[in-house]
């Protein structure tokens, strides 16, 4: 079976930097590139994150592209003030990486979307773990990647539990539900890796403590942008117990969908900012008899991922 194509959309912060980790290393995905957003900071040092935690992977040659830098209804953004509480004023926990040897693609991020799904098909997996801006904004330009990509897995979404930051809205989907309604109105066979299942998922200081004994400058670093992390979850009153892997997860999910169960729904989101539910993701009302194009995690197997997912760390950062 041939090794699927994979295409990271990533606003890095500190679990974006995990799942690139994770795609970068696993050999059932082959990453062909990676399309800095904005939303856990600015889409330039989103873009810089990136390519500094390729270089510290060994993973130069992975390129980064820059896609939107705003929201689809705005002209500008400014990252909020939970994001720098929870991922530093640089994204990374505010830890100096080493600096890439290089700089981000001239193509846009949009136009490099498109162009993979064109010549990748149904063997391009597409994961954002941002907003859904460039995906809508793909789609608006060459409306036939919405049948062409083979499978989006987003990091995003709250369909059983509250949001995270209205009791509706999570944050990725907050930062532009026009074009995330867009996004699950028009793409086909995305599933939606949300709040769910992600907030059961929790890493301690226990595992980063491994990373840490392997004695390797990866280690040590990845250590320290993950205890960032659980610190900011306990001292926010998020989860006094770790962290979650949001971003890991969807990128494992991709790769080994049975990791979790799914629903069958296709799914609008809100956007009337005069309503009470902005940016909710919801079931669509109106195609509830049509064919589904959306899959909803709403259980994981937490013991199992968890588990696999620091076996693999240790062995990346070793």
Do not use: C
Not at 165 to 172: S, W
Not at 191 to 217: F, I, N, P, S, Y
Not at 310 to 315: K, N
């Amino acid at each position: 079976m041939a090794i699927k194509k994979m295409i990271l959309d990533l606003d890095t912060g500190i679990d974006d930097a995990l799942a690139l980790a994770l795609a970068v290393e696993d050999p059932r995905v082959d990453l062909i590139g990676i399309i800095a957003s904005y939303g856990n900071t600015l889409v330039e040092t989103a873009a810089q994150n990136s390519l500094n935690l390729l270089h510290l992977l060994g993973a130069d040659d992975v390129p980064v592209f820059v896609g939107e830098a705003h929201s689809s209804t705005t002209n500008h953004f400014d990252v909020m003030p939970i994001s720098m509480a929870i991922h530093g004023d640089n994204g990374v926990g505010n830890i100096e990486l080493p600096i890439a040897p290089r700089t981000v693609e001239t193509k846009s991020g949009v136009q490099f979307l498109i162009d993979a799904a064109h010549e990748f098909g149904e063997h391009l997996i597409y994961l954002p773990t941002g907003p859904l801006t460039n995906l809508a904004a793909a789609i608006q330009i060459d409306p036939e990647i919405a049948t062409l990509i083979g499978q989006t897995t987003l990091m995003g979404g709250a369909l059983t539990v509250p949001g995270n930051v209205t009791p509706f809205t999570e944050a990725n989907i907050h930062q532009d539900p026009e074009a995330a309604d867009f996004a699950f109105t028009h793409q086909k066979n995305l599933t939606m890796v949300g709040l769910d299942v992600t907030l059961r998922t929790l890493m301690t200081k226990a595992h980063t403590q491994a990373w840490r004994e392997l004695g390797t400058e990866s280690g040590r670093l990845y250590a320290n942008l993950m205890d960032y992390y659980i610190d900011a979850y306990d001292r926010l009153d998020i989860d006094h117990r770790g962290a979650a892997l949001h971003d890991p997860l969807a990128v494992a999910v991709a790769i080994d969908p049975d990791y979790v169960q799914t629903i069958d729904l296709n799914t609008r989101v809100t956007y009337d900012q005069e309503s009470g539910d902005y940016g909710r993701t919801i079931g669509d009302r109106e195609r509830l008899n049509e064919p589904t194009t959306t899959k909803i995690a709403v259980d994981v197997d937490v013991e199992r991922f968890v588990r696999d997912f620091q076996e693999f760390m240790l062995d990346v950062l070793k």
